[in-house]
């Protein structure tokens, strides 16, 4: 068991969050306080806001909040250029000033309580990663409930290493961020990725609240698209199942091709465009599918290879 008081950052990024950030960052700051309090973290911890290129005033109340309150600092990018890239400039911009990081969303719906069972495990456990894991999807709709659970599956079936129904919630150590700071990935699907790391991880279950103002920055087409980042970032088995697809397809062509031939021989075709015309059109299917999958690494592989910076930070309130 550790005896020393570790050095927190609260890890937060923000994007057109204007409505919640009054709302959320003296929550923050409370809970930070509390900590301190109750002897888990020291002092000199901070709460780093990292401003995804905002439109409205999320970073000129980011601002306003560092001059007021020496516990909150504030990072902004050059332009917008996604959550998981402005969580990662985040976390690269924490390590080695700190000795643990917590990462959340602005929006209010992570349950801050559960921070104190999360630095627990890191001092009395030993955890250098504790994800903060929602208890259940009571609170979502139907349709949510049902899409999330199935691509957290999905991942598993694909041979993926992810923790079921976790998202950004969790406390990392400095060890785990140093070791991390080697994942050169552009294309981030950071849940996915931090499994990968290793160490002794942990878990903390937590309910999940509503958003306290504002809307969602994820709709149904930014969570498909973090899905198919996830997919193809972390397993390479759609390709294997276009191999055998194709295989399978293949040997099932040679069979009609053999049948051919014998009704030919024995003089018994019959001209027919319905049978020839629904075969052309299930082959083409299933090459167009199979070439968007390949698409899609092909268009990863070709990110990758450019080796463009992930983040650029503009501006400092420090």
């Known amino acids: 068991m550790s005896t020393a008081l570790p050095q927190l950052w609260i890890v937060v990024p923000c994007y057109n969050e204007e409505k919640v950030l009054p ?27 990292v401003n995804d290129g905002s439109r409205d005033s999320t970073w000129d109340i980011i601002r306003g909040l560092a001059r007021q309150d020496g516990h909150f600092i504030g990072i902004s990018q050059s332009r917008n250029r996604g959550h998981q890239s402005s969580l990662l400039s985040g976390l690269m911009e924490a390590r080695g000033k700190c000795d643990i990081t917590i990462s959340i969303d602005c929006d209010g719906q992570d349950d801050i309580n ?53 998202a950004d919630y969790r406390l990392v ?40 103002a504002g809307e969602s920055h994820y709709p149904l087409t930014k969570m498909i698209s973090l899905a198919l980042d996830g997919i193809t970032s972390l397993s390479v088995k759609p390709l294997h199942f276009i191999s055998l697809f194709g295989l399978f397809i293949a040997f099932v062509s ?45 268009g990863k592989i070709y990110m990758e290879t450019k080796k463009r910076p992930r983040y650029i930070i503009s501006e400092r309130t420090y």
């Open 254 to 298: 040679f069979i009609g091709v053999v049948w051919s031939v014998i009704q030919v021989i024995r003089g018994k075709t019959v001209a027919g465009w319905a049978s020839t015309t629904c075969i052309i059109c299930f082959v083409s299917g299933v090459q167009l599918i199979s070439l968007g999958i390949i698409g899609e690494y092909i």
């Open 114 to 166: 559960a921070m104190d069972e999360m630095v627990r495990k890191y001092r009395d456990e030993g955890c250098r990663i504790v994800y903060g894991v929602r208890s259940s999807r009571k609170k979502d709709s139907f349709f949510k409930r049902c899409t999330a659970e199935g691509f957290y599956r999905l991942l598993g079936s694909m041979g993926a290493e992810v923790v079921f129904n976790h």
């Open 173 to 212: 150590s400095s060890e785990v961020l140093e070791a991390f700071s080697g994942f050169e990935e552009v294309n981030l699907f950071l849940r996915g990725l931090f499994p990968l790391v290793g160490f002794k991880s942990g878990t903390v279950l937590y309910e999940r609240n509503e958003r306290l």
């Open 23 to 49: 709302l959320t960052a003296p929550r923050f700051l409370e809970k930070l306080r509390q900590l301190v309090s109750d002897g888990l973290i020291s002092d000199s911890s901070r709460i780093l806001f």
